[in-house]
């Protein structure tokens, strides 16, 4: 018997963990702060023991928790999303061939909207879950939302709408969607692009959504060949960022050159009324590079055991509406990705914007254009950064950043706390289980859902 080789994503600080746990009182190394008072949640595949996921982003979503109290870190948890595919093994795909929008592995993010935590992947419908990660069930806003709904939703800081939207291979191919601060679907509306391509975030500003068609185009014939996810890179295709007001009507389409953002840093509209986008640009080569290492994408590319390394560059676009032009510049040329900034600044002017590397942890200073580093140790694997703000700050960067750091080697995991400011350490929360690394998170603060 041939032995099969190990997928990436099954390996290493990549590799799934194969049950669920608790513990209680974790270890702590230096100070937590005691205004740390609510929950950090991260989200990530995690295929079940002897299965292998035919891709990195298709696994099951196992949600892992850290409960933070008055300066003492009271638990760590982790469990999977109770999706239909992991209670039932349903079917994306029904006989009758329409989708099953419950039948997705809720992997991808977890946010708070509204009193409610949602568990986020962009083919499909949010799973509710509690704050102790048991899952209530799939939402579909009381019947409104029928198609998917992205895993990069933004909630605006000032009224508290969370835009988002769904993408789909099949017409309509993106629809613009916004749910009221008290958690109601007020709007859908289709935006027309020329193809279906795989969206996987978008920006908004305070009066514009933003969206980024860009050359990665569902393709059948992937579907045919068993491909993980259906998608590839189209030179043919053509990029473009589109401007629409956040109200709808016609979207304001700015040429680029072509590329991939898989994640948005921020947006917003400058003095001169121009559109400010900062996002984490892959050139083609960069793309179709990363998109190898992650999932099978043909019946003849069996998977293999390349490790992940992040091939996207900081960029900002300028989108000035008096020229119909996109001016674009690197902001830097690290490899870097799941860029942050301070969520109460989301479609507002951000000074600061927060990154991973390899095994470094990078802070942005747009202000002055300088940039810093805080490397960690050989092998360290840091996840998303995830921004806190201090409650009483002057800047914009005070407040601490939080960052699940795993052992490429397949070692253990600890959560980071580090200052915003200057990036330098405030604590360690030592987890009583490796992490994998994985996706995206959110921090609760007591008070935003009820315990
Ligand atoms: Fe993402």
Redesign the pocket.
Known sequence: MSEQPVPAWMAGHLAPVPDEISAVDLRVTGALPAELTGRYLRNGPNPRPGETSPHWFTGHGMLHGLRLRGGRAEWYRNRWVRTRVFTEDAPFIREDLTFDRAAVPAN??VVPHAGKILALVEIGFPYEVTPELDTVGPCDFGGRLTGAMT??PKEDPVTGELLFFGYGFAPPYLTYHRLSSTGELVESREIEVPGPTMM??FAITARHVVWMDLPVVFDGDLVMNGAGIPYRWDDGYGARLGVMPRSGGPVRWFEVDPCYV??VGNAYEDEEGRIVLDGARYDADSFQGIWGDIGRTTEHDTAHAASVHWKSVMHRWTLDPATGKAVEEQLDDRNVEFPTHDDTRTGHGHRYLYTVADEAIVKYDLRTGASRALELGDGDAPGEAVFVPAADRGAEDEGWLLSIVSDRSGGGSELLVLNAADLSHQATVHLPRRVPAG??GSWIPDGEVSP
């Open positions: 991808t993010h895993a990069h996987h975030d898989f994640h996706f995206h």
